[in-house]
């Protein structure tokens, strides 16, 4: 079994700026988790049986034909309180989500849900729970909230805010253009394959 996720990928000058912030917070936290991940936004994380691999990559790699940049605005800092994923409390740049967005996620879903593993064992409730048992990721759909991550901090929430208010300015355009098929290890994160469009 592998774990793959679908990011795009940041770069320039957004890059730096988030690199610097996950730098400041490893200064401010004992427990943290995301802090060393590479500057990124998830589209889709899910599980493939090792030998379906090769396929995934030539669907993946496909995708390039039909996709087109999609602009967005990073508008705020959000804190996800508790996160279902950590336990912690998440720091990020929340992307607003435009039409635009939403079609490109269910893109990309659309085109690699036929490799997924199935799984219905979850603690997830309501949405997350029917987004997962039916494409094996709790965020996909009009609950996504797309974001950047900075990290998963053991900082209370309004301390968090208060680090951060000064450090970026609002709003912020991005483009997205690209997007990284990505093997998950555990903290570790290795491209597959890269596509630009």
Excluded: A
Excluded at 107 to 128: A, C, Q
């Amino acid at each position: 079994m592998i774990k793959l996720g679908v990011f795009y990928c940041v770069d320039g000058d957004l890059k730096k700026n988030v690199e610097s912030i996950k730098s400041f917070f490893k200064t401010k936290s004992n427990e943290s988790k995301y802090l060393n991940h590479l500057v990124h936004s998830t589209f889709y994380v899910f599980e493939i049986e090792s030998k379906k691999i090769n396929d995934v990559i030539e669907k993946f790699q496909s995708l390039q034909k039909f996709l087109s940049p999609v602009s967005s605005k990073i508008n705020k800092w959000r804190v996800f309180e508790n996160d279902i994923l950590t336990n912690l409390n998440t720091l990020c740049l929340e992307i607003e989500l435009s039409k635009d967005l939403f079609n490109l996620q269910m893109n990309i879903v659309n085109s690699l849900l036929e490799f997924h593993l199935k799984k219905t064992n979850t603690d997830f409730e309501g949405l997350l729970k029917e987004s997962y048992n039916q494409y094996g990721y709790p965020f996909v759909g009009e609950h996504w909230i797309p974001h950047i991550t900075i990290g998963s901090l053991d900082i209370e929430k309004k301390k968090i805010t208060e680090f951060s208010e000064e450090m970026i300015n609002f709003p912020r355009t991005i483009k997205i253009n690209n997007l990284g098929l990505f093997k998950i290890e555990s903290d570790s994160h290795s491209l597959i394959k890269r596509i630009e469009f």
